[in-house]
């Protein structure tokens, strides 16, 4: 399985990233060490995982401590060793979509190609703590909406909370090397 994990953590003045390997990781803890080590002083570390072109796995760090993981689908954790690491242990789904005010997207697409609420995949399976980055402008129904939308890979969703947070310039640079 092909993955693709970036680190971005915040540190006085802004933004840092980069790139962590997860090869030989035994555990959810030696992960979070992994993401720690990327700057020990970071206020708050963020690693987002990529796998497949099918499944993100966002987990957070704030000062260290208080390791939040959230799966774009549970389905990950059956699918490979890199899946069943990070969420295999997050046993409750998602279901935050009705919670909110905001716009639920269509469940079948209209034909309508300016909509901006495309149909949504109904085999997802999102687990884990969706609010992981309402403090910082991604609600968790709009987290839920990224994920779920049809035709957005785990690297736009990347790329779209990273320009949210400002730190989206930094992410691209790694997508490069």
Known sequence: MSYFAAAVVRVEGGWTAAEVSLRGATDLDEVAER??????????SLLFVEADDAYLVVMRLDDGEDLRVFGSDSAFAEESRLGALLVGDLKASVTGLDDT?????????????ESDQPAVDPEADPVG??????????????????CAREGMMPADVTAEVCQVLGCADEVEELREV
């Open 101 to 113: 005010d905001e716009p639920r997207p269509a469940t079948t697409s209209s034909g309508d190609e």
């Open 129 to 146: 703590d969706a609010d992981l980055l309402a403090d910082l402008g991604i609600s968790t129904q709009r987290l839920l909406n990224l």
């Open 35 to 44: 993401l720690r080590d990327v700057e020990p002083d970071a206020d708050l």
